[in-house]
């Protein structure tokens, strides 16, 4: 049910693509409380970016999750940057990251909602 969405203006090497995914799964998994099998990880390299009027490296972050607590979404957001600097040398003061609480009932999977 977690869905994290990464888009980042840098292009990465396939196996250090696969690093991050993993990273960011075990620990959406771990930060959120969720089991792993439920969680999903995307990641958008070298889309065109501009961000406070310049090209240097950047990300837009999606977290959504069936209750997301709002007390978290600090934490979380340490979580993230810290992710994308160590893997991706993109500094925190790049990235934006939005957060959404999805209602059960709007999240589909297996034929049914949550």
């Known amino acids: 049910m977690p869905y994290l969405k990464i888009q980042m203006s840098r292009e990465l090497e396939p196996g250090k693509s ?12 771990s930060e959120l409380g969720k089991p792993e099998r439920y969680v999903m990880v ?17 990300a837009f972050v999606e977290l959504k999750s069936i209750g997301l607590p ?5 934490a979380l957001s340490q979580v993230l940057c810290s ?3 160590d893997s991706a040398g993109i500094a925190p003061a790049r990235v934006y990251i939005e ?12 034929s049914s909602t949550f």
């Open 18 to 29: 696969k690093a991050l995914l993993a990273a960011a799964s075990q620990r959406m998994a």
């Open 99 to 110: 957060f959404t609480d999805a209602a059960g009932g709007f999240w589909g999977w297996n």
């Open 42 to 58: 995307e990641l958008t390299s070298n889309p065109a970016m501009l961000f406070a009027g310049t090209d240097e490296p950047a």
């Open 70 to 74: 709002a007390g978290k979404t600090k």
């Open 83 to 85: 992710l994308l600097q």
